[in-house]
Nanobody
């Protein structure tokens, strides 16, 4: 069993920045993969960024150059640094991990980008 807890969401103006955190209940290097997803109102959940223990992060085209996913095994945490935020980035952001073939999800954190 894996627990994931996201934090760091909130209201930010266009052009602003936020850093999301995802705290895992076990070492992030024990996971086959970890990712950040988002779901905007009325839309399907989409991949924002993901990484594996052996691969650097890859990003959706819509966030390349603005978002950075990173990891810190000491506190079993992955981060999503979001810069130059746009209104279309408004969504609930979810952390996900794959562990022994099973996908686990956090409850999500809301990011609202609005003047």
């Amino acid at each position: 069993q894996v627990q994931l807890v996201e934090s760091g969401g909130g209201l930010v103006q266009p052009g602003g920045s936020l850093r999301l955190s995802c705290a895992a209940s076990r070492s992030i290097y024990s996971f086959d993969a970890m990712g950040w997803y988002r779901q905007a109102p009325g839309k399907e959940r989409e991949l924002v960024a993901d990484l594996t223990p052996r691969r650097s992060p890859r990003y959706a085209d819509s966030v390349k150059g603005r978002f950075t996913m990173s990891r810190d095994n000491a506190p079993n945490t992955v981060y999503l640094q979001m810069n130059s935020l746009k209104p279309e980035d408004t969504a609930v952001y979810y952390c996900s991990s794959r562990y022994i073939g099973t996908d686990y999800w956090g409850k999500g954190t809301l990011v609202t980008v609005s003047p």
